[in-house]
């Protein structure tokens, strides 16, 4: 009967007994079952009942209203999209360029931490850091290249989980991207040394760092480059060229090592060293006081700037917190998928098997970036491509242009083409294993001559019974492909 007599009063109605229920629960009550909601939860299922508590809202208690406005908040946060690309870098990039031209009508969302759009990062140790490039062409695009109805790019956020399952990002400011396929190409930071005294070093990876080097460089007058990568040396071209007295040290007998046999390095250490960069190799710096470094032999260096240069560490910990098998980066198949479904990796970042080499490998490389990024997108977009690349990589320092391509560690034997000297340097070597053109380092020489060399590896071509015209200068390398 009170029952009876309290909803005549109140007009019954659905509306008002659901409200009478809401408003039984204290407030805490709310907030403990919201959290322990799955966002897909939220957004699938309860957000739908916002239209209903907005048209009893008021009519609603304080409990109720604070309900209210928290759900108009969390749908408000709710994004969706077919392809979710996060990270800026050449790779991704490439996959947000292909992506648009497949698929014009798709939704694509960006995720960056970066606070600027995509810019090319080679320049930034050469060009850009002379002041021989202005800062407006580092940008692949102008800014209303990205104002179109269907691509969106986030700057200054991050993913902090992908739940592969739901097909959910979440960011770091709790807003949440459902997405049909996503591409984590977000690359890797500049590897950290523990050296007392290091907290002021400077680091290059991206346009800031870059901008800080160049007032560093404005200001100084002798620069210390700890690791002799090639980093470290374009920077060291660069800061010579500006007028800074560099010295680079380098805990290997010799400088670029991962990327060239000794007889190459000490060619193009010769040549640096004529231009006035001083190498110490087989050192580590131990300290750094002031403006003194302390090398591991007890050797003092004397500088206004210090730059650390040992490689990248790849950005894993994103696929690590979603469950993503990791392993020097994030593992990845021929098809640049992740061990999560339809979630792809490319770039620095990915690990991949490597049919050619018969191994995995992380490749660090601006073309290796483009491509993955581009084959990525076109398997996210519906296609079945497996990797197939030859990675290449080049640098210019000082009035050299080095380019390599392939394998150039393990071979069996070599040719040189050219002028193999320090002077005035002007060869190609080519390595060989079993007889076959497995990778070379050239050193300004004409790119038709390195296009041919590209198709010989490519093909596995057999050479071993032209190898003696390999090193005449006059001999056609276009007869090889025949």
Sequence with gaps: MVAESFYKRRK??????????????????????????????????????????????????INLRFIIILYEFIIMTEKSCQYLIIGSGIAGYNALKELLELKPNSKIIMVTSDRYYPYDRPPLSKYYLRGEMPRDKLFFESDDFYKRDNLEVMLNKSVERIDANLKEAILNDGSVISFDK?????GGRPR??????????????????????REAASKGKNALIIGAGFIGVEVASSLTTLGVRTTVVEVMPY????????????????YLESKGINFILNES????????ATTSSGRKIEADMFLIAVGISPNVELAQRSGMQ????????????????????AGDIANIFDPREGKRKRIEHWNNAEYTGKLAARNMAGSREAYNFISSIWSDIFDLHIESAGETRNYDEYIIRGRFNSDNPNFNVIYLKGGIVRGYVAINRDYSELEVLNKLIEG????SNKKNSLA????????LLK
């Design 285 to 292: 710096v131990k300290e750094i006081q002031g403006k003194i």
């Design 255 to 270: 400088i670029w090592n991962t990327f060239v046999d000794e007889k190459v390095s000490r060619v193009i250490q010769q």
């Design 460 to 463: 596995s071509v057999d050479v």
């Design 12 to 61: 019954i109605s659905t509306l008002n007994c659901f409200v009478d229920i809401l408003n039984i629960f204290p407030l805490n009550y709310y907030i403990i079952f919201l959290i322990n909601l799955p966002p897909s939860v939220q957004f699938r299922f309860i957000v739908p009942l916002i239209s209903l508590f907005v048209r009893i809202q008021h009519k609603a208690s």
């Design 182 to 186: 996503a591409l984590i190409s977000t």
């Design 472 to 479: 005449d200068k006059g001999f056609d390398l276009k007869e």
């Design 192 to 213: 950290r040394l523990n050296i007392p005294g290091s907290e002021n070093a400077l680091y290059l990876r991206s346009l800031d760092d870059a901008d800080r080097i």
């Design 326 to 345: 990791v392993d020097n980066g994030i593992v990845v198949n021929e098809y640049l998928e992740t061990s999560a479904r339809d979630i792809y990796a």
